[in-house]
């Protein structure tokens, strides 16, 4: 599992071997702080887009940045050895940022997929795959299924 979880220089240029194999990259990114059936099912169709699937994995500072300073529930080195155990799953690579923009400049993705929760127009890192004629897609989201009812359910649970 351990070798699936890359830094991001040492990706890029082992992505760049891939590519010239004519292999088919396609990135996709987020916190996955608490893994469940929706997660799973999106990370498979966004794995049927393409020959190899990286995972942009949100940094435990990013995730603080962006959900608040109670999040994550599961450090970023589980969350990443947990993510790299997924056989969908080729790479997963750490970022600290609030977006993974830069990670994706870096990857240069053939294929950028993000959940039907984000527009097309609102997904990060959409032109620099446009202007090397990639594809931009949103796959829709199993209804009933995130992370943050998750634990809103088990703090209702728990206080009562």
Known sequence: MREKIWGRSD?????EQE?????????TNGCFDLLHVGHLRYLAAARALGDLLVLGLNSDASVQSIKGPLRPIIPESDRAE?????????YVVLFDE?????LIEAVQPDVLVKGGDWGIDAIVGREVVWARGGTVRNIPIVEGWSTTRIIERILADSSS
């Open 98 to 102: 609030p977006t993974p923009q830069q």
């Open 11 to 15: 990706l890029v240029a082992h992505l």
């Open 19 to 27: 590519r010239q194999a004519g292999k088919k990259i396609v990135f």
């Open 82 to 90: 947990v993510m790299a155990a997924l056989e969908m799953i080729d």
